[in-house]
Antibody, heavy 120, light 107 residues
């Protein structure tokens, strides 16, 4: 059974940094692209970032480009999101999501999410 | 950026009734449209991808149709567990990958 478990969320001041992690199990992690998708309170989902199975290519939404960095460790089956220069508008639940096929942008499994709150 | 507009915002129905949800794209997305279901406090769940393909484990009462700019998610006979928010998502042109604003199906 596929399981994705996010961690690392919390309260951070504007301009601060936070690192999210996602521990994956139940599938061959190194064979699948992964993404981070966030959802602000009362809003629809928003794709944030994606990474290919081998980590060789990364992709970002314009809203986070230059501030967020996605990475993965296939030996540990973990996905990370380093978030710097955080803004109030980054407040959201952040979900780790598995892609059905290589960067096909169909999210077939999601974690339970971790809440990031950016506020002074 | 491709904008997805979902209608209606809220659909009030009873168990056993048929639900028809609409998603309209600001430009053609070919057949690259997916539907997700989200219940309160839970992550979205993939229902349909590429317009009409049901994801693993999704009951046959869920079906998708359409092409180009107009798409429909149909739930043939609502079960109590189907009352939730539904989002459409296009994957033709990204970034940005875009989702619709959602349709809430309520009792």
């Amino acid at each position: 059974e596929v399981d994705l478990l996010e961690s690392g969320g919390g309260l951070v001041q504007p301009g601060g940094s936070l690192r999210l992690s996602c521990a994956a199990s139940g599938f061959t992690f190194s064979s699948y692209a992964m993404s981070w998708v966030r959802q602000a309170p009362g809003k629809g989902p928003e794709w944030v970032s994606g990474i290919r199975d081998n980590g060789g290519s990364t992709y970002y939404a314009d809203s986070v480009k230059g501030r967020f960095t996605i990475s993965r460790d296939n030996s540990k089956s973990t996905l990370d999101l380093q978030m710097d220069s955080l803004r109030a508008e980054d407040t959201a639940i952040y979900y780790c999501a598995k892609l059905r096929q290589q960067m096909d942008m169909v999210f077939d499994y999601w974690g339970q999410g971790t809440l990031v709150t950016v506020s002074s | 950026e491709i904008v997805l507009t979902q209608s209606p915002a809220t659909l009030s129905l009873s168990p056993g009734e048929r639900a028809t949800l609409s998603c309209r794209a600001s430009q053609s997305v070919s057949n690259y449209l997916a539907w997700y279901q989200q219940k309160p406090g839970q992550a979205p769940r993939l229902l349909i991808y590429d317009t009409s393909n049901r994801a693993t484990g999704i009951p046959a009462r869920f079906s998708g149709s359409g092409s180009g700019t107009d798409f429909t998610l149909t739930i043939s006979s609502l079960e109590p567990e189907d009352f939730a928010v539904y989002y459409c998502q296009q994957r033709l042109n990204w970034p940005p990958l875009t989702f619709g604003g959602g349709t809430k199906v309520e009792i």
